[in-house]
Structures are given as structure tokens and as C-alpha cells.
């Protein structure tokens, strides 16, 4: 069982802790030239894209391995039973430091941390750039896993096109529910315009080759904590 850190928006880790997400999808890195390529899982979880057009083409065209087993694509985020630590933008006690400079003869800055805590919310002081101690903001990729308050565990990875989702799985994305204004709404058109937001206009129509991901949330204990 590994452990590894997934970045999340605020309102999708919140809504991981109440138990509206449980699935998030994420772009296949290395999609088909073209989407004649289509995919089926085999016997051993793996799933293997292949061109129906071309039937005499070995399968192996290219493979994807979402169970961890083969010498092919595996999934970056692990496999069922594996724990990912929600990476969160969070505020860290410390400063900035002087670090060179830049070939255009800019100052580098890097951050020293000086605290045992992280914070989510503004707090009142914070640090600027001229080597005073602080608060500063920090991405959701920079937080340290032992500062993680959100923990899950994977139970199951697919490789999809990201429009294959239903109005259910909409719904277990986090998406909120708009059937309750409207119960005839189509929850991935919503779903569309979160995905349009976080990965630019059109990425929704491009329908891009996904891992979609499943997962439980767990309560495992922290440094903030």
C-alpha cells in the first residue's frame, strides 16, 4: 500500500470531508492519436486500447494499468487499496529568504518554514518579502503530507473519456445538485462547465481520455491535528 498527495481545490477537499465527493477524474497523460482507440479491461483489471477499424493490430497498441500489474501505463495515483493525502493551499509560519538571482538579474526568493501548523483560512499577519517572519500562502503542491487533515483510500481506477460520466457520477464529483431547482437538469452539463473552469475553455468538447478515480474517505491523524 502506498501513499501518495493528490492537489485539490478548498471547496472539493470540504466536500471530500462531508462525504459529497468520492470520485475525481484526471487527464491521461498519454491519450490515442485519435479516438477510434477504444478500451477493455482484461481478465487481470488492465485495460487495453486497441483500433477496431484494424482488427489484424495486436492489441498491445497501447495499454493502460490501473490494477499496477504489466510493463505498461500505470496510473500516476496509485491503485485500489493505495492512500492519497489531499494536498490543500494553505498558510505556513516562516519567512522568505534571499536566494541568488535571476539570469536577468531579478532577486530569488525561497521559503523557510518556521512552524509546526498550517492554517487554512488568511489569517491577520503575514509575511513579506523583505525576510520577515509570517504567514505566507502556499499552493496546494507544497504542502507537506504531514500536514494532510484529508485522507482516502482508492477503490477503484478506470480509464474513460471524460464525457462518459453519468448524472450519478456527476453527483459523486462533488457537483452540486441542481435537480433540486430542477429535477429534468443534466448534472454533466454542470459537471462540464467545473471541468471547462479548471482545465480552460473547450476542455469539456475536446472529451479528453481521464483516469477516473473512486476512493473512501478515512480518518488517519496529523501533525495539525
Not at 462525504?19 to 481478465?43: A, C, E, L
Not at 479548471?198 to 475536446?206: K, L, Q, T, V, Y
Request: include cysteine; proline fraction near 5%; glycine fraction near 8%.
Amino acid at each position: 500500500m502506498t501513499e501518495r498527495g493528490i492537489c485539490m481545490t478548498g471547496p472539493n477537499a470540504l466536500a471530500i470531508r462531508e462525504r459529497r465527493k468520492t470520485q475525481t477524474r484526471r487527464i491521461f497523460k498519454r491519450k490515442p492519436d485519435d479516438n477510434s482507440v477504444v478500451y477493455h479491461v482484461d481478465g487481470d483489471g488492465n485495460w487495453i486500447g486497441w483500433y477496431p477499424d484494424r482488427p489484424a493490430l495486436a492489441e498491445f497498441t497501447l495499454k493502460a494499468y490501473p490494477k499496477g500489474s504489466g510493463k505498461g501505463i500505470k496510473c500516476r495515483w496509485g491503485v485500489p487499496g493505495d492512500l492519497l493525502y489531499i494536498r490543500e493551499a494553505c498558510w505556513m509560519w516562516g519567512a522568505w529568504r534571499k536566494n541568488g538571482v535571476t539570469k536577468t538579474g531579478r532577486q530569488r526568493w525561497r521559503f523557510r518554514p518556521r512552524g509546526l501548523r498550517v492554517v487554512y483560512e488568511r489569517p491577520a499577519v503575514t509575511a513579506k518579502r523583505d525576510g520577515s517572519v509570517g504567514w505566507v500562502y502556499r499552493h496546494a503542491r507544497y504542502m507537506p503530507k504531514k500536514y494532510a487533515r484529508t485522507w482516502v483510500q482508492i477503490t477503484d481506477v478506470r480509464v474513460q473519456q471524460v464525457q462518459e460520466l453519468d448524472n450519478n457520477e456527476a453527483l459523486a464529483e462533488g457537483t452540486p445538485d441542481i435537480r433540486t431547482i430542477d429535477n429534468n437538469f443534466d448534472m454533466r452539463d454542470c459537471f462540464g462547465v467545473l471541468w471547462d473552469d479548471i482545465h480552460g475553455p473547450g476542455a469539456w468538447e475536446r472529451n479528453d481520455w481521464v483516469w477516473a478515480l473512486t476512493f473512501k474517505l478515512i480518518k488517519k491523524e496529523t501533525v495539525n491535528e
